[in-house]
T-cell receptor, first 111, second 119 residues
């Protein structure tokens, strides 16, 4: 079964807007939560990751918010740009073990 | 630093034929993963190696899929015989260590993948 549920499936945002993608997980043993960005024909690229000991992590325009009690985490892309148009995957794992991926969100940033 | 290398990039075969994929991880990375990504879905683990030993192959269809990492560096994944449902992108990823230390040992880096089409 899907261990990580991701929404929305697709998202359209205007340039300069905020893109928000949400994920939820069930396994409380998960201890590592990365986000990956994938362009067509390319492999997933690590964007940003968080451990449960912090509730938020920011790197440039990308922010992860983490809610351990709700077993949810989200990716916020501030000042979204057309170059951000890609598929985004959340994932969760026990550290060192395989990633359990969500189904992905296709983001389109319009000019 | 060179990334994860994979070949071939594309492969088209008929069902019941065999195919092999090759992966060379980032230099110094002890852990290697093979994932299968079906169109429109997230990657799913097939097998995980730590050096030349298997950590997890619970989701590998062992009746048709095999993988090896004999010298603890590069790896091959084989499918024999292929089925139509094996059409997917096969991704190789590597990470620095298994249950290691420091801030980045668990980060997984992916190669470009091999797109397999089974007709």
């Amino acid at each position: 079964q899907q261990q990580v549920k991701q929404s929305p499936q697709s998202l359209i945002v205007q340039k300069g807007g905020i893109s928000i993608i949400n994920c939820a997980y069930e396994n409380t043993a998960f201890d590592y939560f990365p986000w990956y960005q994938q362009f067509p024909g390319k492999g997933p690229a690590l964007l940003i990751a968080i451990r449960p000991d912090v509730s938020e992590k920011k790197e440039g325009r990308f922010t992860i918010s983490f809610n351990k009690s709700a077993k949810q985490f989200s990716l916020h892309i501030m000042d979204s740009q057309p170059g951000d148009s890609a598929t985004y995957f959340c994932a969760a794992s026990n550290p060192g073990y395989a990633l359990n991926f969500g189904k992905g969100t296709s983001l389109l940033v319009t000019p | 630093e060179a990334g994860v290398a994979q070949s071939p990039r594309y492969k088209i075969i008929e069902k019941r034929q065999s195919v092999a994929f090759w992966c060379n991880p980032i230099s110094g990375h002890a852990t290697l993963y093979w994932y299968q990504q079906i169109l429109g879905q997230g990657p799913k683990l097939l097998i995980q190696f730590q050096n030349n030993g298997v950590v997890d192959d619970s989701q590998l269809p062992k009746d048709r899929f095999s993988a090896e990492r004999l010298k603890g560096v590069d790896s091959t994944l084989k499918i024999q015989p292929a089925k139509l449902e094996d059409s997917a992108v096969y991704l190789c990823a590597s990470s620095l260590d298994f249950l290691g230390q420091g801030p980045s040992w668990m980060e997984q880096y992916f190669g470009p993948g091999t797109r397999l089409t089974v007709t």
